[in-house]
C-alpha cells in the first residue's frame, strides 16, 4: 500500500486543519491507520490510530476534544480534523498504515504496528 498524507497548511490559533490520508495500491494488509507528528528538534510522537473495520479512534491526550478521524472509504481515505489548533501542533504530520487484523493492542500498535509510511505534510499554526 501507499499512503499519501496532504491538507497541511498555515493556520491561526484557535483554527482548523482537515489532514486527508490517500491509500493506493494493495491495502490487504492495512487495519487501521495512525496519525503521527514531528515537530523540530523533537521525536515523532502519535496522534491518532483509526481501526478501518468499525471506525473506533483513538487520541493522543493532548489533542483529546480537539482532534478527531475519520474515513471515506469510497475515497480510500481516512482524515485527520484538527480544531482549536495551538502553536504547539505545528509540526510535519505523517499517517501511517498497518495492524494485524483486529488485534487492537493500542500501545503495540502506536510503536511497533505502522508497516507503511507516507510522506508528511507540514502543518504550521502561527498568528
Known amino acids: 500500500v501507499q499512503l499519501q498524507a496532504s491538507g497541511g497548511g498555515l493556520a491561526q490559533p484557535g483554527g482548523s486543519l482537515r489532514l486527508s490520508c490517500t491509500a493506493s495500491g494493495s491495502k490487504l494488509d492495512v487495519y487501521a491507520i495512525g496519525w503521527y507528528r514531528q515537530a523540530p528538534g523533537k521525536a515523532r510522537d502519535w496522534v491518532s490510530i483509526?481501526?478501518?473495520?468499525?471506525?473506533?479512534?483513538h487520541l493522543a491526550e493532548d489533542v483529546q476534544g480537539r482532534f478527531t478521524s475519520s474515513a471515506n472509504n469510497a475515497r480510500n481515505t481516512v482524515y485527520l480534523q484538527m480544531n482549536s489548533l495551538k502553536t504547539e501542533d505545528t509540526a510535519v504530520y505523517y499517517c501511517?498504515?498497518?495492524?494485524?487484523?483486529?488485534?487492537?493492542?493500542?500501545?503495540?500498535?502506536?510503536?511497533?504496528?505502522?508497516?507503511?509510511w507516507g510522506r508528511g505534510t507540514q502543518v504550521t499554526v502561527s498568528s
Open positions: 483509526f481501526f478501518l473495520s468499525d471506525g473506533e479512534t
Open positions: 501511517a498504515g498497518g495492524g494485524v487484523g483486529d488485534y487492537r493492542d493500542l500501545q503495540w500498535l502506536v510503536d511497533s504496528g505502522m508497516t507503511s
